[in-house]
């Protein structure tokens, strides 16, 4: 056969290889973490009260046979770690109390603590201290700054009494360009992650297989084809929270294909489904130079001649302004808010600060973003009436709620940190928040794609790409989808944050979510 050449051959081995090292880096990739993070796990959590209690044979001396408050006592030691790549200061823990992480102990009361550390970290020992926020309350140890570098833990060993061995154990707390995590490494203490000796192997071959093909390409000086840019002008409207990675993708575009010119008009979902119908039913058979991007499908029956096309899995999330100090909410706490049932941060149902009360900053109507909030969060129940034209002064004082609609995320996330006591809801962004507000996670889960990717974290959806019919192979219309969807555009969607449908996960959840 023609192709059977030793170029050939040795072309295909060598990808061959190259897409098997690639594999193992990526596996590996995503076994060691590669951000500012702290990880913590339970490394004993055993009962020292009666056998009664327990159904387990058991003796006990001493203090926790003398003392009657130990009756129902449990032991739990916790390490907690630097598990990231980078070292952390303490400047870099970002709540505002005088701690930095608080670990919680659901249904048992804090009797005790002790702290220790490893040879060589004895100054660690420094920090945990009154005055620089080490305490203990009801079912809460607050810790202090700790600065860790890479690699360096501490131990900490509570004595608690009431629930029972197995209650949830949850450390908390806010770090910069990070956060704090569940540690489901089974690496022995004092063993940090290191490259292994496979690693290593695998970048080397990874590195050989890409200078070879390197060579096959300059031997053999073919001339190299064309990506498939078209010429032309472009609009993409549609949703706004997918606006940020439209308009990177836009002028991405527009460098690789000289030539082209695409504009971003996002407006809402909704909007942007009707314009593509409207301008697709005027050209008369012809497809209109028009994308859509919806936050939500069009559903069966609306638009039939829409094309619909699945492009990533987008993250979302709550964000509260800063004056309102708590960090998580449950589902429920949630849907108390928004049906009107609580109104202040200070119910006791909440916890948060006293006599401010909650503001909440929505969506308008036709928005993809409320459409998903309703759904995933609120559990399909709408949102009551607005009775705010601004946010600023509640007009109608007989609504059960607090409430003000805005035209865009943007706004939404402007409102929320310029409000006292506001909250909302959008898209998670790679970018920095506006200052003055904070994300909140959701039955105790953060906002990320990994969370969204292991099916623990409910606020997400996909994100779709709309054209009117099938556009022509050589149209730039078809040109910047397949950019979007399978060319490098899909570098621009990763660095927003988004789990691309053509990813292996991102597969799993965009046909299940097209299924439903």
């Known amino acids: 056969m023609e192709w059977l050449s030793a170029e050939n051959v040795i072309a295909v081995v060598t990808a061959a290889l190259g897409i098997i090292a690639s594999l193992g880096v990526l596996w590996y990739e995503r076994r060691v973490p590669r951000r500012t993070r702290i990880g913590y796990r339970v490394q004993l959590d055993t009962p020292v009260s009666s056998a009664e209690r327990t159904g387990r044979a058991g003796v006990r001396l001493g203090l ?3 003392n009657p408050q130990l009756s129902d006592a449990t032991l739990v030691l916790l390490r907690i770690e630097n598990d990231g790549s980078t070292s952390i200061a303490d400047s870099d823990y970002t709540g505002r109390e005088l701690h930095g992480l608080m670990a919680e102990f659901t249904g048992r009361t804090v009797r005790g603590i002790a702290v220790t550390t490893t040879l060589g970290a004895d100054h660690l020992l420094d920090h945990f201290s009154p005055a ?4 203990y309350a009801d079912d809460t140890v607050y810790l202090p700054r700790v600065p860790l570098n890479h690699g360096q833990h501490f131990k900490l060993l509570v004595l608690l009494t009431g629930g029972a061995v197995g209650d949830a154990i949850r450390v908390s707390g806010g770090i910069r360009d990070g956060g704090v995590y569940p540690n489901r490494s089974t690496t022995p203490d004092d063993t940090p992650p290191v490259f292994s000796r496979a690693t290593r192997m695998i970048t080397v071959l990874l590195t050989a297989c890409v200078v070879v093909l390197a060579s096959i390409i300059v031997v053999r000086d073919d001339v190299r084809p064309p990506m498939g840019c078209a010429k032309g002008e ?6 706004t929270a997918f606006e940020p990675v439209a308009e990177d993708l836009a002028a991405k575009y527009m460098r690789d294909c000289a030539g082209s010119t695409v504009t971003v008009d996002a407006r809402s979902s909704e909007e942007g489904l009707q314009e593509l119908d409207e301008r697709g039913a005027a050209a008369k058979g012809g497809t209109p130079a028009l994308i859509a991007l919806s936050d939500v499908p069009k559903g069966d029956g609306r638009f039939p001649e829409l094309s619909e096309n699945p492009v990533a899995v987008s993250v979302y999330t709550l964000v509260a302004n800063d004056k309102v100090t708590l960090r998580d909410l449950t589902t429920e706490q949630v849907r108390a808010i928004y049906r009107g049932d609580i109104s202040e941060w200070g119910d006791e149902r909440l916890g948060g600060p006293k006599g401010l009360p909650i503001i909440l900053a929505s969506r308008k109507s036709g928005s993809g973003t409320r ?10 129940v709408y949102e009551l009436a607005e009775s705010s034209a601004d946010c600023g002064s509640k007009d109608d004082t007989s609504a059960k709620v607090f409430r003000c609609e805005l035209d865009s995320t943007d706004r939404v996330l402007a409102t929320v940190a310029d409000t006292d006591g506001a909250i909302g809801y ?7 928040l506006p200052k003055g507000l904070h994300t909140l996670s959701l039955n105790g889960v953060a906002a990320s794609s990994d969370t969204i990717a292991d099916g623990d974290y409910p606020f997400r959806e996909v994100e779709y790409a709309y054209t009117y019919g099938n556009p022509p192979a050589d149209s730039l219309v078809a040109s910047f989808l397949n950019y979007l969807l399978r060319g490098s555009g899909q570098d621009v969607v990763r660095a927003h944050g988004h789990l691309p449908c053509s990813s292996p996960k991102g597969q799993t959840i965009c046909a299940g979510d097209a299924a439903q």
Do not use: K, N, P, W
Not at 132 to 135: E, K
Not at 371 to 380: E, M, N, S, T
Not at 426 to 432: D, K, Q, T, V
């Open 64 to 66: 926790f046979q003398d």
């Open 132 to 135: 620089a926020g080490l305490r």
């Open 234 to 239: 472009l609009t993409i409207t549609g949703s």
């Open 371 to 380: 459409d998903i909030f309703r759904d995933r969060v609120l559990g399909g």
């Open 426 to 432: 959008a898209e998670l962004r790679s970018g920095a």
